[in-house]
Nanobody
Framework: QVQLVESGGGLVQAGGSLRLSCAAS????????MGWYRQAPGNERELVAT???????NYADSVKGRFTISRDNAKNTVYLQMNSLKTEDTAVYYC??????????????WGKGTLVTVSS
């Protein structure tokens, strides 16, 4: 069994910063991509940022230059540093990871989400 546990959400004023963390635990053989998605009320879930095990990173255009994704592979943890937050960043942020529990397996896992609220 694999779990993703997010932390770090909360309420912040526009222009402020937050750092999200997501730790993967359980029967893990390896982790390929880890990333963050978000879903605002009434909207579909959208990609925020992803990071592969070999260091490649991808960002949504809306967060480029403001958000930074990083990984600690030794801790099976991914972080999202969010700076210059805007009210439109308000959403539930979900951690995502592609994890192999054996050499041949690959499964997409999701965390339960953490709420980020940016006030004006």
């Amino acid at each position: 069994q694999v779990q993703l546990v997010e932390s770090g959400g909360g309420l912040v004023q526009a222009g402020g910063s937050l750092r999200l963390s997501c730790a993967a635990s359980g029967s893990i053989f390896n982790i390929n991509a880890m990333g963050w998605y978000r879903q605002a009320p009434g909207n579909e879930r959208e990609l925020v940022a992803t990071a592969t095990s070999d260091g490649r990173k991808n960002y949504a255009d809306s967060v480029k230059g403001r958000f930074t994704i990083s990984r600690d592979n030794a801790k099976n943890t991914v972080y999202l540093q969010m700076n210059s937050l805007k009210t439109e960043d308000t959403a539930v942020y979900y951690c995502n990871a592609v994890i192999g529990t054996t050499y041949y397996s690959r499964t997409n896992y999701w965390g339960k989400g953490t709420l980020v609220t940016v006030s004006s």
